[in-house]
């Protein structure tokens, strides 16, 4: 006795339109949920930063006359002008920072300290650029 051959399930040429609706929506799916990890690790990775890799508070410079002194742990909040040029110390410590990034931007110390810097809670409040509008 022969048994009947088992057909094998074979979509139709144009595929059925179910079976196209599924593809679709697990394709967007599954598109959408990459987009999303890819874009969390960008912002998580580089939350204070621009595309450029610059930071959103300013730069890194090099200790002037002009430069203001702070001693870290001698206060909790300060307040800066925008393009001013601090010099920060701690525990025999410095780096200087120009507040040149962008605007209304708490800043929170340990944001822009050099790695191995020695922080005690600071925050700076940085002023509007006079330059524009509304500031």
């Not at 088992?6 to 139709?12: A, C, D, F, L, T």
């Amino acid at each position: 006795m022969t048994q009947p051959m088992r057909q094998r399930y074979r979509p139709s040429a144009a595929g059925h339109p179910d079976d196209l609706e599924v593809s679709m929506n697990t394709t967007s799916t599954l598109r959408a949920a990459l987009l999303a990890a890819l874009a969390a690790a960008a912002f998580s990775a580089n939350a204070d930063t621009f595309m450029n890799g610059e930071s959103f508070y300013g730069t890194p410079t090099a200790a002037t006359a002009y430069a203001r002194q702070v001693a870290v742990g001698s206060r909790a909040t300060m307040n800066v002008d925008y393009d001013s040029v601090v010099t920060f110390t701690n525990e025999g410590r410095s780096f200087t920072w120009r507040f040149n990034g962008l605007e209304h931007r708490p800043v929170d110390i340990t944001k822009i300290a050099p790695a191995g810097f020695p922080t005690k809670p600071l925050t700076i409040y940085v002023a509007p650029n006079p330059w524009n509008r509304g500031g």
